[in-house]
């Protein structure tokens, strides 16, 4: 995978040069030396690592597999792939699909644009662009919770600050908008949530990698008498293809996996109306207590993550030849 | 020709400024109407029409949250396990880091690539072995519980991210050691760790981040208040007292008051933590 360097090199150099390495011979005392202590060193972190997360990624295929006994001792009945047939029979796992999508609809194509103008308006010597970029990061690193609730407060029907701006201010809206107590304008709330949260994201990512276009490649567009945004298209656009991609294939993963905004917004009421994939997972874990399903459930959306991120990998490829 | 230029580049940079500014309005506004509203007596925080300036100010939300709802005791819960995370997941990941940038043993590899591939694994599908697992083990309801796991949940992230910096350090320096007779704990500790600190500011303030903001897996583990860390808190107060926004809001200023202090004296680190994790990789 990764080249090694080093701790061989630096034992022939203890050895003042004398060189063993290259001709095949049976492990010294010394390479078994090395082998105990960098297996010493792996040991704590490795085993909490095993531990903590390989054994449960295993565990949640086997548990998606069984109607699960909550109770300890007592046996839990093997269904085969009977949860995963119940979630593809399941109207409201489909609802929760596509609420998830409806999701990634509003937050991704809008992080993208919004973070790739606010990275170009940036990209030049400006003033307090450091500033901006700050505040612009500020809701990136605010916590989850205390944002959701800001947003449902926001978003309140009678006295919160949308339906005033949009009602009492600007007359926009004949009535108050019941924002969080119906399908759609909930999920375009959690959406709007979404894209305020992210968008400083994939501005600072988009930023880096406009900074590290060479200036080389403008100048010499700009003295062929390319217009800013010709440069931009020609230049710019190629060159960050790939982090375009990269970006898109987060967001896309990270609206799948929205989950605190939705608990705490809507709790994927009214009437299950508003729940996404793992909002119904946690759900039929933690309320229904079914974890036989809830693993399915979340070992579906696993699926669905893995499969999407490796599609677009492959969309987003520069196609062969092209320069 | 060379005046219009100068026009047209100063009315592009106008443009600019104003639609930046425009953003930062948008970006701002949640967060000056939350602080505004944790200044507000109870009976004002839905009052129309709407006022960024509350006219009777009070601090008697933040009083009531720190003092009689117990977010002193949140607080510190917060804390102790942000970073006991922190420093565990620290030395955990700078130890395996250290053994798969400097070392080679059979298994490396596979090892190192089932970091890789359980860093793409979305953390929520894990939520329900593990409460298993933390049940069978007598951790739920309890701080060490959060420890364990959060620590467990960043030694991925972080040993990837430790492994490329100790790469780039020169091997020469540790030969120099090895000359001199070290050996390889010696050398992680007083060679290897002091030079990697940046990549280990970088890691410590993700973590510390990370621990202090989760929610969903205290809220599966911990049921009983005393063990509430800040962000459950919060959401479980505004659950029980749904009107209540002034209070929630003085505890979610609490809450959000030490990320903000951090971010701003560690931006550099936060921009190099994102670059690492996401343009070089």
């Known amino acids: 995978m990764l080249p090694t360097r080093s701790t061989h090199s630096s034992s022939s150099a203890r050895k003042g040069g004398a060189r063993t390495a290259g001709s095949p011979r049976p492990p010294s005392a010394r390479r078994r030396r090395e082998i105990l202590h960098a297996y010493l060193f792996l040991l704590p972190g490795f085993a909490l690592f095993a531990l903590t997360i390989l054994y449960p990624i295993v565990r949640a295929f086997q548990i998606s597999l069984f109607h699960w006994a909550i109770v300890p001792g007592t046996a839990s009945t093997f269904l085969g792939l009977q949860n995963y047939a119940h979630a593809l029979h399941d109207p409201i796992f489909w609802r929760a699909l596509a609420n998830s999508g409806f999701y990634m609809a509003i937050t991704v194509p809008s992080q993208i644009v919004l973070g790739l103008l606010a990275a170009v308006m940036l990209d030049a010597r400006m ?24 947003f449902r407060y926001l978003f309140i029907t009678e006295g919160g600050l949308v339906n005033w701006i949009l009602h009492d201010t600007l007359h ?21 949530l979404g894209t305020w949260k992210g968008v400083g994201w994939s501005m600072v990512v988009f930023l880096a990698a406009l900074q590290g276009v060479p200036k080389a490649l403008h100048e010499a567009a700009a003295v062929d008498g390319a217009r ?16 375009v991609a990269f970006v898109t294939v987060l967001l896309v993963i990270g609206g799948f996996n929205v989950f605190i905004s939705v608990y705490l917004m809507t709790g994927g009421g009214p009437v299950d109306q508003t729940q996404v994939l793992l909002s119904y997972m ?13 693993s399915a459930i979340s070992f579906l959306l696993t699926l669905i993550v893995f499969v999407i991120s490796l599609a677009q990998m492959r969309l987003f490829r520069r196609p062969a030849g092209a320069s | 020709m060379v005046v219009g230029d100068r026009n047209q580049r100063r009315a592009l940079m106008a443009l600019r400024l104003i639609l930046l500014t425009a953003g930062v309005v948008v970006m701002l506004l949640p967060f000056a109407y939350m602080v505004s509203t944790s200044f507000k007596p109870n009976a004002m925080v839905l009052e129309i029409p709407v006022k960024f300036f509350p006219q009777h100010p009070t601090v008697a939300n933040y009083v009531t949250a720190w003092t009689s709802n117990r977010f002193a005791r949140y607080f510190l819960n917060s804390v102790v396990v942000a970073i006991g995370t922190t420093l565990a997941a620290l030395l955990l990941s700078s130890m ?3 053994a798969f940038a400097r070392f080679r043993f059979p298994g490396r590899s596979i090892l190192f690539g089932l970091i890789l591939i359980a860093l793409m694994v979305p953390t929520m599908m894990m939520l329900i072995p593990q409460f298993l697992l933390a049940r069978d083990l007598h951790l739920l309801n309890s701080l060490w519980g959060l420890v364990a796991f959060y620590t467990g949940g960043n030694l991925g992230f972080n040993t990837f991210l430790l492994h490329s910096f100790f790469q780039d350090i020169p091997s020469e320096l540790e030969e120099a050691m090895v000359v001199d007779g070290a050996g390889p704990w010696t050398r992680y500790w007083r060679l290897i760790l002091p030079l990697a600190r940046p990549a280990l500011a970088t890691a ?10 989760e929610f969903t897996w205290a ?21 029980q007292h749904s009107t209540s926004w002034g209070l929630v809001f003085a505890a979610s200023v609490i809450a959000i008051a030490p990320v903000l202090v951090i971010f701003a004296i560690f931006q550099r680190q936060f921009v190099a933590g994102i670059a690492a994790g996401a343009v070089k990789a």
């Open chain 1, 127 to 150: 003033p307090a662009r450091a500033i901006f970029r700050t505040l612009y990061y500020l809701p990136v690193v605010t916590s989850w919770v205390v944002v959701s609730l800001v």
């Open chain 1, 172 to 192: 926009l809206v004949p009535t108050n908008i019941n924002w969080l107590g119906a399908r759609w304008s909930a999920m375009v709330a959690l959406g709007i």
């Open chain 1, 228 to 243: 800013a945004w010709d440069r931009f298209v020609a230049v710019s656009l190629p060159a960050i293809r790939p982090v």
């Open chain 1, 282 to 294: 946690y759900r039929q874990a933690f309320s229904f207590l079914d974890f036989g399903y809830g």
């Open chain 2, 96 to 98: 395996m880091a250290y």
């Open chain 2, 204 to 213: 410590a303030i993700f973590t510390f981040l990370g621990a202090w903001d």
């Open chain 2, 219 to 239: 809220l599966t583990i911990i049921n009983d208040p005393s063990k509430y860390t800040l962000p459950i808190a919060i959401a479980l107060f505004q659950g």
